[in-house]
C-alpha cells in the first residue's frame, strides 16, 4: 500500500472517528473543550504514524 493511500484512508477514519466521538460527547453534554486535546492528538499521531516509513535502517541491523 503507498503512502498516499494510507494517508488518505487514515484521514477519513480521523474525520469519521472525530464525527462520531463528537456526537457522542455532545449527546451526554461534555464539551469539546474537555476531550477535544485527546481527541486532537489521537488524530495527529494516526497521521504520522501513516506517514512513516514501514523499514527503518539502523546501525546495527544488516543491510538487505
Known amino acids: 500500500m503507498s503512502v ?3 494517508i488518505i484512508y487514515t ?3 480521523s474525520a469519521t472517528i472525530v464525527y462520531v466521538m463528537t ?3 455532545s449527546f451526554f453534554g461534555i464539551g469539546f473543550e474537555t476531550y477535544g486535546i ?3 492528538f489521537i488524530v495527529g499521531m494516526s497521521i504520522l504514524y501513516a506517514m512513516l516509513p514501514e523499514r ?3 546501525i546495527f541491523t544488516p543491510k538487505s
Open 56 to 58: 527503518k535502517e539502523g
Open 4 to 6: 498516499l493511500t494510507k
Open 38 to 40: 485527546y481527541i486532537l
Open 23 to 25: 456526537t457522542l460527547f
Open 11 to 13: 484521514i477519513a477514519a
